[in-house]
């Protein structure tokens, strides 16, 4: 009886020359990534000698670092811009921040030589921080639009009788009021009082109009696009200065630099006009000022800080000593108002809810 080959010494025999060419090749590999590598190297050592051995003698003088030609700065906005691209450019900024081109800086405003600053603007544009920060800086007293004497619901005498109030007690002060942005052209202006409208991109404003009044949508569909503009549709005078699709302060800046500020300026003048020429000198009693310059004002703060900030928060402590409203507070405030409207000789004409000044 024949016995089987054993199969366990063929199978090995050729496993194992199968094995041999690949350890074979795989013992060879290093050795040739090693030569490329070599020969790489070498050749990156002597270009730079190669590069050199065929420049001019001449070019070879030495050089003074100093005359030396600076590398060249990528530009992220370039110098100039094509007629077609510059205009597609300004049109772009007209939607978004239509004051750009008129909006100065705040170091270029001499505020010191005012009695009275007004700082409004749209809201959520900067206006509680800006007044605060000047009237730190200024040393003035701050009248924030939490103030009691804003009570009530006309915004125009309320503006008014805080007017009123801080002139009879000669006070050098900041007031606070966005809500006056609607009725600027009616206030009453007077020597040492200079109106600021804040001036920012509008798609700032937008973004942090909407960080509040989340639970209703954001600020622009719970005030914003309701009663905020059913306010600037209601005056018919001001219905042809803006767009109603446009956001809330590009409604605002829109009416103030196409009507109001307009309106101020010829109203200034006229009461230039019988000025007696050796009274005191008597400064514009209007400014729109741009936002991001008081990027170089000491209580600044960047983007990034100003995220987690709520309603009236800020860095600025003048702003927490504004005194609290209540129905008592309220009605104090308002009296002193009104008592100083009247020693003024202001009067009310109630059916045109406007202001006559009799002196």
């Known amino acids: 009886m024949s016995s089987a080959p054993p199969i366990t010494s063929t199978t090995s025999s050729t496993r194992t020359k199968s094995v041999l060419p690949r350890v074979r090749l795989m013992g060879w590999l290093p050795m040739v990534y090693f030569t490329v590598g070599l020969v790489i190297g070498i050749l990156l050592q002597f270009t730079p000698i190669i590069q050199r051995s065929h420049i001019p003698a001449w070019s070879k003088a030495p050089v003074n670092p100093e005359s030396a030609p600076s590398p060249a700065v990528p530009q992220l906005v370039p110098n100039s811009l094509s007629p077609n691209t510059a205009s597609e450019h ?112 509008c798609l700032e404003v937008f973004r942090s109009q909407n960080k509040v009044e989340v639970r209703r949508g954001g600020w622009t569909c719970a005030a914003g696009r309701t009663k905020e503009l059913r306010k600037y549709q209601n005056r018919p005078e001001l219905r042809s200065y803006f767009d109603s699709r446009d956001m809330i302060c590009k409604v605002k800046q829109d009416v103030w630099r196409s009507f109001q500020l307009p309106h101020l300026l010829k109203r200034e003048a006229e009461q230039r006009v019988g000025a007696d020429p050796d009274a005191q000198p008597r400064f514009n009693v209007t400014a729109t000022v741009d936002f991001r310059s008081f990027r170089h004002h000491p209580l600044w703060m960047r983007a990034e800080k100003r995220k987690g900030l709520s309603i009236k928060a800020t860095n600025c402590e003048v702003a927490a000593a504004t005194p609290a409203r209540n129905r008592w507070s309220n009605s104090q405030w308002m009296a002193k108002g009104d008592a100083a409207r009247v020693a003024l000789g202001e009067i009310w004409d109630t059916s045109a809810s406007d202001m006559i000044i009799e002196r």
Request: proline share 5%; charged share 20%.
């Open 90 to 201: 300004e049109a772009l900024l007209s939607r978004i921040y239509p004051l750009h081109d008129i909006a100065m800086s705040y170091q270029s405003v001499p505020f010191e030589k005012y009695q009275v600053i007004l700082i409004t603007g749209p809201q959520r544009s900067g206006t509680t921080w800006v007044a605060c920060a000047l009237a730190n800086q200024l040393e003035y007293v701050l009248y924030d639009e939490r103030h009691p004497i804003f009570g009530g619901n006309d915004t125009l005498r309320a503006v008014s009788r805080a007017f009123a109030y801080v002139r009879q007690q000669k006070q050098r002060t900041v007031i606070q009021s966005p809500m006056a942005t609607l009725v600027l052209d009616k206030l009453q202006i007077f020597p040492g009082l200079v109106i600021v409208f804040l001036g920012r991109d």
